[in-house]
């Protein structure tokens, strides 16, 4: 039996996998909100007792949002601190490893079945080029993928901590109010859950509108924003989910670039 999780800063998400190849079979897998944890290890330790494993578990790989430095990890958006010894000792598991979430996710990336992929927009790829992973989420992850004989091999990336660059009037509006209020601004600060708060508070001089009621949470405020938009509800809903996805899409083609000759690139969070 493999445990296997997803550390983010909003949700966790914890599985048991048969080590079935090329891809693990789930037995059992749970979501919980990190926040309402005080360490990964009280995570493992809820879902374990709520899935009472009948098998013991062999291996486990927890794909964390963060830098990963001698198999400890220091989270970036969440006050946790993740030691891979000290979790295979608690849980007597002979192997823990610890890798960065988008390295997780690079991994996963070549066993993609046909209909888990979505082409947002046709182009030419280059059968020896290399691809970018790029995932908004409570903060932006980025990870390359170097095409190596063929076989594609992630490495990880703080890219999401580069500087903001506007390109618009509107933009340098933009990242000026969030330097008043924040100091240096990085792409995390805009393209993310977080940055669509940052962006919505931009635009409306307030946190709240006619699409976000007052005392909605920061988790559930996004969602708000993104519906009132969509809808067409809130007009300064729209211009904050038009901004939002404008310095999406540059971040998104400027990481394509920085991974040389691009053969895609692949979104994910």
Known sequence: MLLAGDVGGTKTLLGL???DTPRPSPVSVRRFATLEFESLGNVVARFLQ????????????????????DQVAQLTNIPWRVDAEAIAERFTIPRV??????????????????DEVAVLQ???SIASGNAALIAPGTGLGQALLHNVDGLFIPSPSEGGHADFAPRTSREVELLEALTARLGRVEYDKVVSGPGLLNIHRFVHGTETCGGVPAR??????????????????????????????????????NFGLRSLATAGVYLGG
């Open 122 to 124: 046709h182009g030419e």
């Open 97 to 114: 490893c610890l890798i960065n979430d988008l390295v997780a996710m690079g991994h996963a990336v070549p066993y993609l079945a046909a």
């Open 17 to 19: 996998y048969t080590s």
């Open 216 to 253: 909605v949470s920061a988790s559930d405020a996004p969602a708000l924003i993104s519906t009132a938009a969509l809808e067409r509800r809130c007009q300064g809903c729209v211009e904050t989910l038009d901004m939002f996805v404008s310095a999406f899409g540059s971040e998104a083609g």
């Open 50 to 69: 709520d899935v009472e494993p009948s098998d013991s578990i062999r291996a486990g790989c927890f794909g964390v949002a963060g830098p990963v430095r």
